[in-house]
């Protein structure tokens, strides 16, 4: 398999963290990943020496590295942390939204809008390289041999990916059809229309009223945080007059550029899911030295399947 997604900096992805969010699930995880999955790193930390060297591959705002520092933090342990991915990421910015993890952040080494499959480093340098629903959206040919080749001999290589049976992969493909209603509406191309001046603002409002109410039943039923998100929007800007619509001109092109990112995204996501449905997406990492030594399936608040875990294991040591 050698499909690769991004090899550059996404704009989408940049965009959203941005706004600062912990994780790229913040209707699941309020701040960060708590529950099993921060149970399952944690034992991954506490089986590293007291001083090592952690590599947080598509870190995206920093979650698990940030699990990392404050495991080290709780238990005496030094870990010096670097955190990768190919979008651009703001620690300053994160900090502005949760001043209380400024320290930690601070003690994390970013490496942002650089793709894993170019990231450089010392050979054999790293205790544990580790990802969260992150490294599968790589180049795996690519980003395989330079992962081995950064582990130290007996270090490991501790993953968990979305699985396509995950509670919030159907969460994604539910999502993607509230997308795609929402394009056979032509919201956006009615907001383009009017941004460019190709749609008067009568048209917009009589359309924005015509998609309300056409997501509103399905937004009773459901609660879609999207149709949610959407309605609050068209109920401000349809009741605005022409001047008032003008004055929103900024607000509008945000709201534009929120769906079309958020599509991407999801596609994004969709897409590498689909890639992970093969038994074999993770050969490249076996060709490239590393031995498999345990998987399993993550079950989050004992009910939701939160994806898979993998790890593997660079030869060398017991
Ligand atoms: C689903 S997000 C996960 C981020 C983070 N690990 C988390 O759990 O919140 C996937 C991230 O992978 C990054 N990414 C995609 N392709 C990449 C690549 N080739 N190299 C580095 N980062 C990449 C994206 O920019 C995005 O931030």
Partial sequence: MSEHLSEQPSDHWSQYWSRGPLTSLPEDFQGNY?????????????????????????TGNGALA????????????????????????????????????AEALASIQFVSEIPMERFRADAESFDLVMSQYGIEYCDQSAVAPIVASLLKPGGELALVCHASSSDMVKTMQRELLEYQRLESLSLDRSLSAWLKGQLDSGRL?????????????????????????????INQLARLDERGLRQQRDGM??????????????????????????????????????????????????????????????????
Avoid: K
């Avoid at 708590?34 to 952690?54: C, M, V």
């Avoid at 080290?72 to 994160?94: G, K, N, Q, S, Y």
């Avoid at 409002?205 to 609050?232: D, H, K, N, T």
């Fill in 205 to 233: 409002r009589e359309r924005l009223v015509r998609v309300g109410q056409s997501i509103y039943p399905a937004f009773q039923s459901s609660r879609s945080p999207l149709f949610g998100f959407v309605l609050q929007a």
């Fill in 34 to 58: 708590d529950g099993e999955i921060a149970s399952f790193w944690a034992e991954r930390f506490q089986r590293l020496p007291t001083r090592a060297r952690l590599l947080d591959v598509c």
């Fill in 66 to 101: 940030l699990l990392a520092a404050e495991h080290a933090h709780c238990h005496d342990m030094r870990f010096e942390i670097t955190a990768v991915d190919a979008a651009r990421i703001r620690p300053d910015l994160i900090a502005s939204h949760r001043p209380d993890l």
């Fill in 253 to 318: 092109e945000h709201l534009l550029s929120q769906l079309q990112g958020g599509r991407q995204r999801l596609d994004d996501m969709l897409r590498v899911n689909r890639l992970l449905e093969s038994e074999d997406w993770f050969q490249p990492y076996l060709d490239a030295g590393l031995v498999q030594v345990d998987h399993g399936d993550l079950l989050y608040r004992q009910q939701h399947h939160a994806g898979r875990w993998f790890i593997f294991r660079r030869a060398g040591q017991d």
